[in-house]
């Protein structure tokens, strides 16, 4: 993931917040927000995670003038080279195992983060309902227009062999 | 609004309903406002012809992000410090979702008093989808 820079508005986080359901005025109206012990505005605890929509080269995103792997015409726009019948990861990447936060200090609405990603561990497990499962960690820091770290994230991404089977 | 630790214990319970016959549509508008725009999750041709699962299903940050509202409106605003989850089971249109904190233990550090709260997520059919840790400042 490429460094890049994260402006953290106001509108953005009503979006996401009616997104996940979460109806709390902090997130949405500024008057009621200056009354609360937050201050202002401030962004749900997985916010974070919508700074793919500011990376120039986030896979799960449609580019304007690239091949997409979701269908149209036909169930994928993109013809693949066989990779082991369509797997788990659904040629999207994987499935998403595991995500954590560490908050230094409370992400708020005017806040301009700047995310570095560092490589993690990789190991391998042989799961029931999916066969082979590869994992892979990132970690994430997100620093704030003054430097100071803001959130800590580490995500851990799984491949799997096949389709996880369902209960 | 925030928790007193004088009032908490350790194995105090708190539970939500996060949502009730779960929509694609909001599937959609959680794509839409996170920017992962993986066709598993809103494309039901790609994700039952190519992926090989029975239809789309949620994000799983979908998820974290609703059980986030159980422990934000528990917590009070401004005041995780840590929140973090597995992802155990696929969560799909049509599912009741209930999420539930336990407190695990109550401690302090530079000052502070924190609250470790045990979180899980789990569907209509009792199967846990997620399954993390939390913690929390609180009022003495």
């Known amino acids: 993931m490429a460094t890049k820079t994260f402006p953290v508005e106001a509108s953005h986080i009503l979006m996401f917040a009616r997104s996940v359901g979460d109806d709390n005025r902090v997130y949405a109206d500024a008057d009621y927000a200056k009354t609360t012990e937050a201050g202002g505005i401030i962004a749900p605890p997985t916010f974070a995670q919508a700074s793919a929509q500011f990376d120039p080269d986030y896979f799960l995103r449609p580019k304007i003038g690239q091949p997409w792997f979701g269908s149209g015409k036909n169930p994928t726009g993109i013809t693949r080279s066989a990779e082991g019948g369509g797997g788990g990861g659904g040629g999207g990447g994987g499935l998403h195992a595991e995500q954590h936060f560490e908050y230094h200090r409370q992400l708020k609405a005017g806040d301009v983060l700047t995310a570095t990603t560092f490589p993690g561990k990789t190991w391998e497990k042989e799961g029931r309902r999916s066969g082979k499962l590869v994992f892979s960690e990132s970690v994430t820091e997100y620093r704030d227009q003054n430097g100071d770290l803001v959130i800590t994230a580490r995500g851990v991404g799984v491949r799997t062999e096949r389709p996880v089977e369902q209960k | ?140």
Do not use: C, W
Not at chain 2, 5 to 23: I, S
């Open chain 2, 1 to 140: 609004m925030a928790l007193s630790a004088k009032n908490l214990k350790v194995g105090d319970v708190h539970t939500a309903k996060l949502v009730e016959d779960l929509k694609r549509t909001q599937i959609v508008q959680y794509a839409g406002a996170s920017g992962d725009y993986n066709p598993l999750h809103t494309d039901e041709i790609f994700t039952t012809k190519v992926a090989g699962y029975p239809s789309v299903f949620a994000h799983g940050m979908l998820t974290m992000g609703m059980t986030g509202k159980m422990l934000t409106d528990y917590v009070g605003d401004a005041r995780l410090t840590k929140y973090g989850v597995r992802f155990t089971s696929q969560v799909f249109p049509g599912d009741d979702l209930e999420a539930r904190a336990t407190v695990k233990a109550l401690t302090e550090k530079d000052g502070a008093i924190l609250v470790e709260l045990d979180v899980s997520t789990t569907n209509q059919n009792g199967v846990e989808v997620l399954s993390g840790y939390a913690e929390a400042r609180v009022d003495a």
